[in-house]
Each structure stands twice: as structure tokens, then as C-alpha cells.
């Protein structure tokens, strides 16, 4: 059997704390999950040749990065600029998941270098951009939440839909790849011929190269994040051939 990590956020969490996910499980990323109380703040300073990335799972809290300030509520995504000094304060107890991730030096545009995109990159879940690929039913919802182009070798999405429903196996050894799942989700992650469940708060990691997929149940929720790292030229089309944005903005 493939050795699958697995850990639930709810069993990390400590008061005010910065906790380890899955280290090591995935070269060049870190996760923590950082815990603030209400008016707590946390200060993200840049680091050379690191991007961090912040999804935000639950309360309000205040971003501020260079001349933008945003006080928000509920799940976003927030990414610094290479040079940029973040600070998130929380107006309520929020947790963040946080992603370090050690930018390659030989991907498909250089972090740190003038990019179209500008920075801090601020995205509302909800309001994502939709996409369709081939491995998923027509009822099923997947919003591009970080598209494969902004922060290099990076991406990241989510897959939505109720029971029943199921993302087919399929394998891509060019993306490592972590699932964390929202708080709701309650599915089956396939792993080549093994049953993972994968209920709420957890993250779980992907064996490289293994042939996965996800089945909903019953009336279940199928919820969850995923987060990719990819070499070279081979993740970028892969991507860019799989993921065909709808143009719609549907919800359950």
C-alpha cells in the first residue's frame, strides 16, 4: 500500500500557533496552519526566491500588503509579491493555511522578475474562475483559484459537488499535489486500488505519479482544495490543456 500522509487540522491546532503540515512530504513546500485570535496580527516578511501563498478557511480578519488594505470574511486567497511585507490582523479567530513554496530556478518565468500580474494577488473563493475538465461530471463546480502563471510552478483550484459524484482516476507525474479539505467535505479519495476517507480540516498528499480520483457518497459534500507543484514546460501544458474555463459562475 502507498504510504499516504494524512493529518487532520483539528488535531494541529494549538492557540495562536504556527503548526507543521505534512513536512517534507512535498520537495521545496512548506504548509503551516497559522491560528489567530481576535486581535491578533501576523506579519509575513519576503524571503528570496520563496513565494508564500495564504488561503484563508475561516473568520474576519484585516489584509494589508504595500498600499492595499482589505478587511474580508470567510475564505480568500492572498499572495505578497516577492518584495512585498504582508500583515493579516484578525477582527474574529481565523485560521490560515499557509504555503511556502522554494521557486525552481529553472521554471517557465522567474519570480521576482516585472510580471503583467500585479501583486498582492487578492482572490474571493467564491468568486473564482470556473473551469471544465475531462475527468469530472458536468455537475460538478472547479474554480481556478490561482492560475498556473502567477506565482512559477505553482497552481491552485477546487473541486465542488455532492453525492453522488466522482473526479475518475487519472495520474499526472509531472504535479505533486495536496488536498486540503474544507471544513464541510466528506468524500473518498481513490488511491490507485486503496479507499482513503477524507472527511473535513484535513490535508492529505498525493503520491507522486499515482493514479487518483474521489468518490462522493449519498447526499454527501465533496469540498476540497487542490494544490499543485510542477516542473518545466510539462505541467504548464498539461494544465493548460485541461483546464477550459466555462465562463459561467454556477453555485450549489
Not at 511585507?85 to 521576482?112: C, H, N, S, Y
Not at 472547479?142 to 459537488?161: L, W
Amino acid at each position: 500500500m502507498y504510504d499516504v500522509e494524512m493529518i487532520r487540522i483539528d488535531q494541529a491546532v494549538q492557540k495562536n500557533a504556527c503548526v507543521p503540515m505534512l513536512p517534507g512530504a512535498i520537495p521545496g513546500a512548506k504548509v503551516q496552519l497559522r491560528t489567530l485570535e481576535s486581535g491578533d496580527s501576523f506579519t509575513c516578511v519576503p524571503v528570496t526566491g520563496k513565494a508564500f501563498i495564504f488561503l484563508s478557511i475561516d473568520g474576519d480578519f484585516t489584509f494589508a500588503a504595500d498600499e492595499v488594505t482589505r478587511a474580508v470574511s470567510g475564505r480568500y486567497v492572498f499572495i505578497p509579491g516577492s518584495k512585498q511585507q504582508a500583515m493579516f490582523t484578525a477582527t474574529t479567530r481565523t485560521r490560515l493555511l499557509e504555503i511556502a513554496w522554494t521557486v525552481p530556478k529553472d521554471q517557465p518565468g522567474q519570480w521576482g522578475q516585472p510580471e503583467e500580474q500585479a501583486f498582492p494577488y487578492i482572490q474571493e473563493y467564491i468568486t473564482s474562475l470556473q473551469y471544465r475538465d475531462r475527468n469530472k461530471s458536468d455537475k460538478t463546480i472547479s474554480r481556478e483559484m490561482v492560475r498556473q502563471r502567477i506565482v512559477p510552478g505553482f497552481c491552485m483550484g477546487s473541486v465542488e459537488s455532492y453525492g453522488y459524484d466522482k473526479v475518475a482516476q487519472h495520474p499526472h507525474p509531472m504535479l505533486d499535489q495536496f488536498f486540503f479539505s474544507f471544513p464541510e467535505n466528506d468524500v473518498d479519495v481513490l488511491i490507485d486500488d486503496f479507499r482513503v476517507p477524507m472527511k473535513g480540516d484535513t490535508l492529505l498528499h498525493i503520491p507522486l505519479g499515482s493514479n487518483h480520483g474521489v468518490e462522493v457518497l449519498g447526499d454527501n459534500h465533496m469540498h476540497y482544495i487542490w494544490i499543485d507543484f510542477f516542473l518545466g514546460q510539462a505541467g504548464l501544458d498539461r494544465l493548460d490543456s485541461s483546464h477550459k474555463h466555462t465562463g459561467q459562475q454556477r453555485r450549489f
